[in-house]
């Protein structure tokens, strides 16, 4: 029956949102962390979305969430480290330079919003969806 | 046919059409952020009309049921206002209006079959 399935496809979207702000959060605390060097400098974290199709069927998605969205992969912001020159810090490689997270609060405020509203019109589908079962199970009734 | 399918059939068919339309809408929903994903629509006369066409040309014992049309689904892409940066093509606002109307419109054929029933109900107490 296809309003099951909206469960299925609903439940999918509000995991893949909730995946998106864990990345947000992580990116936040992380935001004021400083490394010693570029390699090791924390780089924002962003979830990678892709709808489930037919074919993609496999083991930790079933029939009921076709249609639906998953995380494939979580990939590090691309741009650039900055560098501060803080020779007192514990962390500074030889020159004295530490290394900034590349996070931007800004963009991580916005990224939950945006990841907040998504959950809410996924809470509110599954809700609908629910509320017409309910309906047509009553049609017994009168 | 009997009473049942007679008074019940076409709207039983609809509401089926119906839940797949939510379904649908309810995936362009899910997808919302997903980069390159096309958002699409059931039209919903093109599946009436197949699951009516169906029954309608068996009325004789011998007549052979026509075969699915498994290509006319109905399933068409959605033409977006804007594409999104991404390649996205679900507008949420028109989704969610959509959704809305499907859901609405899924009530109002449940309300209909609900009607029948009590209809059927009424004619078989004999009131």
């Known amino acids: 029956m296809a309003l099951d399935n909206i469960f299925g496809i609903g439940g999918s979207a509000l995991n893949a949102q909730t995946v998106r702000m864990n990345a947000v959060a992580s990116n936040l605390a992380n935001a004021g962390t400083v490394a010693g060097s570029d390699a090791e400098a924390f780089r924002g974290k962003r979830a990678v979305f892709k709808a489930i199709l037919d074919d993609q069927l496999n083991g930790n998605s079933n029939e009921n969430n076709k249609g639906g969205v998953k995380v494939t992969e979580i990939t590090d912001d691309p741009s650039p480290i900055k560098r501060m020159h803080d020779p007192g810090n514990p962390q500074a490689d030889k020159d004295g330079y530490v290394y900034l997270s590349n996070v931007n609060e800004m963009t991580e405020m916005v990224e939950m919003m945006a990841a907040n509203r998504s959950y809410q019109n996924n809470v509110e589908v599954i809700n609908t969806a629910r509320q017409l079962m309910m309906r047509t199970i009553d049609i017994i009734k009168s | ?127």
């Open chain 2, 1 to 127: 046919m009997n009473i049942f399918d007679s008074a019940l059939s076409t709207h039983a068919k609809s509401l089926t059409a119906r839940s797949q339309r939510v379904e649908v809408l309810a995936q362009n929903i899910a997808n919302a952020d997903t980069p390159n994903f096309k958002a699409r629509d059931i039209e919903f006369k093109k599946v009436f009309q197949n699951a009516a066409e169906d029954t309608m040309q068996t009325t004789h014992g011998k007549h052979m049921a026509l075969p699915v049309d498994a290509s006319g689904d109905g399933m068409m892409y959605r033409v977006p206002f804007n594409v999104a940066f991404d390649g996205n093509t679900v507008e949420l606002n028109i989704e969610q209006a959509q959704y809305g109307k499907a859901a609405a419109e899924y009530q109002a054929t449940v309300n209909f079959l609900q009607d029948n029933i009590s209809g059927l109900r009424k004619a078989l107490r004999g009131e």
